[in-house]
């Protein structure tokens, strides 16, 4: 029913930049929410920053002010992830929530490694 494909993820220095993104395709609704998770190796997964149809976002505390989540359509979404920092380190995981039914979906992940 819906399909999520992630892109961009890379090796980069700390302080360096890397955009991701999140082809979205089968069926795609206004209202889904969109956005973005990581999973480090041994740690849970956990919520980066979502996006909603009006373009309201939320962010965890750790990416706040450093990564932008954007949404040029219903169908894809980015992560614009600045000022990196080795903790950021973890499998990026586009996600799809529907509003009313709650279903969710994941993408396969990109892996984001942050080093010198």
């Known amino acids: 029913q819906v399909q999520l494909v992630e892109s961009g993820g890379g090796l980069v220095q700390p302080g360096g930049s890397l955009r991701l993104s999140c082809a979205a395709s089968?069926?795609?609704?206004?209202?889904?929410?969109m956005g973005w998770y990581r999973q480090a190796p041994g740690k849970e997964r956990e919520l980066v920053a979502t996006?909603?149809?009006?373009?309201?976002t939320n962010y965890a505390n750790s990416v706040k002010g450093r990564f932008t989540i954007s949404r040029n359509n219903a169908k894809t979404v980015y992560l614009q992830m600045n000022s990196l920092k080795a903790d950021d380190t973890a499998v990026y995981y586009c996600?799809?929530?529907?509003?009313?039914?709650?279903?969710?979906?994941w993408g396969q992940g990109t892996q984001v490694t942050v080093s010198s």
């Open positions: 996006i909603v149809n009006s373009g309201a």
């Open positions: 996600n799809l929530r529907r509003i009313f039914s709650g279903a969710v979906y």
């Open positions: 089968g069926s795609i609704f206004g209202t889904d929410i």
